[in-house]
């Protein structure tokens, strides 16, 4: 039969069609401009717009995690998340993963017990964010799990595990956990149990990304500066055609009943502190969440909070700290103490116990103190993507997929009476809802020198046949340099035209950015610098002391006023020790700026230096500093800082030693604090930059009122460490008995920042260990080694001499040190032997001057550059003849630098487990 269609009917034809084919997302929910859109799929996007960002957050969320992991399969959700970085159908291999750090400024995953969750941030550019919803699109529908990667990645994990079941307070929860659900629900780790994750096969990880990961049981969260039209058109075009599938219930978790649970005090021997807690849990209560949430600040919050003035004021434990959990399955608080060998654990555990479960009530001031706290981070918060991106991700998860739910909920929050948080704490906080936790030092057996049994070294993929993916077409990078090279000139000559630089009568020099910042803040920044390595010879302590003193009180004004006054300008002061000198931050908002920096003017012209708390401070810190310096990260980099110290003991540029710290410490008192500020605080060699929404010329007149005549006659130079050449040493130090040992190294040589190699060096870097999956040491630490579970690399270059130094650091599995070792050395041979490839570097520069237009974008990036500048003599305009370095270099450029300074021979080494040597 012959079927004819009239022009009529072939119309409707070809409409239904389009209207099929670019069906709109549907608005389905609006509130505070955050919008959700749904697709005919099922699959959602919420979009929360914000003109003022330089870059978009993108977190894709599946609402499956390790509450839906098979019986006898625990962490079969984490593993699938690391394979899914290991390519499609449509995008295979490493292809995947060089284009997620192709597009992105920042890429990761994670797995909890309720969704997994794959975490972009991209510039605010439309192509990158197109191309990240594509490549989030096919992971979603054409993801290829490759039975080859999963050995590996099981033993990545493995890696994972042990570093953080190394973590005393991880180790501390995982028990209350299995004593609350057993070995089942939030009994079982999302990272999943060792045993159980060798047992899981490819059937079993595909049939989970079939059943889980399909649009309907997805959302996409997306905050930031982008254009909302073309994000919904690309979302629809790219996640439209994903067909919906029938998703199973989610796992549902009985409601814990306190009165069942048997197990209640639980104790950790690991490291080196001293803890107790207190966790209490119970059933999910609406009305008590609200409470719970202000309940941390009202214990702990400097000076008012009620466990802080009665534990920690009265010196029985060094310092308090709460928090909670407020999860759909349950409430949970807990509150904890921090003391010294010499306090009494006793004591710690009653009054913890008596100032929360029979605590005087909390007064109206206190409340509102509280939730005006909390009112400011809010405003904080609605201004930085990646911040409103992740409370939208919470949230959608925890509350079903209404993430409204937090306006109603800060809405609740800042209408708690007193009488309400008092009534409800004292129901919750009560004996039967109470577990105990009780963190201990590692016991002294456990810090003896073990035997390494003798064993064949380990098949390593790349002693496999494995392919290597021919290299990338690389003109794509080129004129991604190309463009953001001309991007970063432009921002650089906009910027450097408002600024205004000069000099006050003392000689303190200033920075003025009048501009909006994206808060309404204002930022300002005094480094203050004086004295030289003789006259502060054993005055560290001093110095930081005096700074953590200065602003704690003034001859008028009290630290409870001080506090008050911070959170009244929605903002903060903060003074920190750095090297010989000191940083005060102060920000507030725009129209209460000038006000709130005058008052932290004034409190630094008249710091009163309270005795009370000078033997405060003196005591947490003699308390911090009293306990065994074992564990293996702390090992390696108290070696390490040995080995390649240059300087006499009491110099302040002199590494961190316990003894003499102690020693420093116990002979300072607070008459010498008082006099190092007379003698040396002063503004003649400091520097000043204000970033913010202000009128330059009054500025310039306070300045010179508050600064221009604070000055002393005390001699002042620039301290650094000047370039040693140190000889190749490989240490392998003793350490207590820990799951994973530390590694470290440092590779020095004579560059400085300024010098003309100092490009070449930072590309190199980038080459070498920027990437946690794809970079040099990546590969060959992590993914075909499984040595390790996380690395970092820096390269550290002086602004004032010829001295710079490359450094790596990893937690390895026990007993791998030399396999560590080897590999790194492997890794710099093979830069050394063979230099890097063009499409490395091409990757390198795209992805640095990404990063460095990025910080452009952001005033306050901006503002944390000028007072270096100003001590340097530089100007915005400096980082243009940077960025046309980086633009104009090549693979003979870098390979160059390898063969001029990657020099093996001066490599320093050390390794820390149980399986290494004393040191003296």
Do not use: C
């Amino acid at each position: 039969m012959i079927l004819r269609f009239n022009r009529f009917t072939v119309s409707l034809f070809i409409l239904g069609m389009s209207a099929t084919a670019f069906a709109q997302p549907l608005l389905v929910k609006s509130e505070h401009k955050i919008e959700e859109y749904k697709l005919d799929n099922g699959f959602r996007v919420i979009l929360a717009p914000n003109d003022k960002e330089n870059k978009v957050y993108m977190n894709t969320v599946y609402f499956t995690g390790s509450l839906n992991d098979p019986q006898g399969k625990s962490g079969l959700a984490h593993l699938l998340e690391h394979l899914a970085f290991k390519g499609t159908k449509n995008i295979p291999g490493e292809e995947f993963q060089r284009r997620l750090d192709q597009y992105t400024l920042s890429n990761n995953a994670s797995t909890d017990y309720h969704a997994t969750k794959y975490i972009n941030t991209i510039r605010p550019e439309p192509n990158a964010i197109n191309q990240l919803i594509h490549l989030e699109a096919e992971r979603m529908d054409k993801l290829v799990l490759q039975e080859k990667f999963v050995p590996s990645e099981i033993d990545i994990v493995k890696r994972e595990r042990e570093v953080r079941m190394d973590q005393p307070f991880a180790v501390l929860m995982n028990q209350v956990w299995q004593s609350a659900y057993g070995n089942q629900y939030f009994g079982r780790l999302p990272i999943g149990e060792l045993d159980e994750l060798q047992s899981i096969n490819m059937q079993e990880l595909n049939h989970f990304y079939k059943t889980w990961y399909a649009p309907n049981n997805a959302v996409m969260i997306i905050a930031g500066k982008f254009n909302k039209d073309e994000v919904l058109k690309e979302v629809e075009q790219q996640f439209g055609q994903i067909q919906a599938r029938p998703v199973p219930k989610q796992v549902q978790v009985p409601a814990i009943d306190m009165s069942k649970v048997q197990e209640r005090e639980f104790s950790v021997q690991k490291g080196s502190d001293l803890a107790k807690f207190n966790i209490y849990l119970n059933a999910p209560n609406p009305a008590v969440k609200t409470t719970l949430a202000v309940a941390p600040s009202l214990y702990t919050l400097q000076p008012s909070g009620h466990l802080y003035q009665n534990i920690v004021e009265t010196g029985i434990a060094t310092n308090v700290f709460a928090s909670t959990y407020l999860d759909q399955n349950f409430d949970m608080l807990f509150v904890g103490a921090v003391y010294g060998p010499n306090d009494n654990e006793k004591n710690v555990s009653n009054a913890l116990i008596s100032k929360v479960e029979q605590s005087k009530n909390f007064d109206k001031t206190e409340l509102t103190r509280v939730q005006n706290l909390i009112k400011n981070s809010q405003e904080s918060m609605f201004v930085n993507s990646s911040a409103v991106g992740s409370m939208l991700s919470d949230y959608v998860v925890s509350e079903n997929g209404n993430w409204a739910k937090y306006f109603e909920h800060q809405k609740d929050l800042q209408s708690l009476t007193p009488d309400q948080v008092n009534q409800r704490l004292k129901t919750f906080v009560q004996p039967q809802n109470r577990m105990s936790g009780h963190i201990l030092p590692t016991p002294e057996d456990q810090k003896q020198a073990l035997s390494l049994e003798p064993k064949a070294p380990a098949k390593t993929l790349d002693q496999v046949n494995e392919v290597v993916e021919p290299l990338k077409d690389i003109s794509t990078y080129q004129s991604e340099i190309t463009k953001n090279v001309k991007v970063s000139k432009a921002y650089l000559e906009n910027t450097e035209q408002k600024i205004q630089r000069g000099q006050l009568k003392n000689g303190m020099q200033y920075a003025l950015f009048p501009t909006r910042t994206r808060d309404d803040k204002v930022y300002a920044t005094i480094h203050i610098n004086f004295g030289t390595a003789e006259s502060l010879m054993n005055k560290s302590e001093i110095i930081d002391l005096t700074s953590y003193l200065l602003l704690r009180a003034s001859n008028q004004y009290s630290l409870q006023d001080i506090a008050d006054k911070m959170i009244e300008a929605n903002g903060g002061a903060s003074a920190s020790a750095s090297g010989n000198g000191m940083d005060i931050e102060i920000v507030a908002k725009q129209d209460k700026f000038d006000d709130f920096f005058k008052f932290i003017v004034d409190v630094m012209k008249n710091p009163k230096f309270e005795q009370s708390q000078f033997d405060l401070i003196q005591s947490q810190a003699l308390s911090s500093l009293d306990r065994p310096y074992t564990e293996p990260e702390v090992v390696a980099g108290l070696t390490m800082s040995r080995l390649v110290e240059t300087h006499q003991p009491g110099d302040i540029r002199y590494h961190f030693e316990p003894e003499l710290a102690i020693k420093q410490l116990q002979a300072v008192d607070n008459t010498q604090v008082k006099q190092l500020y007379k003698q040396f605080f002063a503004m003649n060699h400091a520097q000043v930059s204000i970033t913010g929404d202000f009128d330059a010329k009054k500025m310039k007149k306070l300045l010179n009122k508050e600064f221009g005549s604070w000055s002393n006659n005390e001699k002042y130079e620039q301290l650094d460490t000047p370039y040693y050449d140190y000889k190749a040493q490989k240490v392998h130090a003793l350490a207590e008995q820990r799951e994973f040992g530390s590694y470290a190294s440092i590779l020095a040589f004579p560059l400085g920042s300024e010098h003309p190699d100092a490009p070449a060096m930072i590309v190199l870097t980038n080459i070498l260990g920027d990437s946690q999956l794809s970079s040099r040491l990546a590969k060959e630490l992590r993914e075909k080694n499984a040595l390790v579970y996380g690395f970092s690399s820096s390269m550290k270059l002086s602004d004032y001499q010829e001295s710079g130094a490359l450094g790596i650091n990893a937690q390895y599995t026990a007993g791998k040190a030399d396999e560590v070792s080897q590999a790194v050395h492997k890794v710099l041979k093979e830069l050394i032997e063979n230099g890097v490839t063009e499409q490395e570097v091409a990757a390198a520069k795209a992805d640095i001057m990404k990063k460095r237009v990025t910080a452009l974008e952001d005033e306050r990036r901006i503002h944390r550059m000028l007072n270096s500048q100003l001590k340097r003599d530089k100007t915005m305009l400096s980082r243009k003849q940077r960025d046309q370095d980086f633009e104009k270099l090549t693979k003979a450029d870098i390979d160059a630098v390898i063969k001029k300074y990657i020099k093996l021979d001066g490599l320093v080494e050390v390794m820390a487990d149980q399986y290494g040597k004393p040191q003296s």
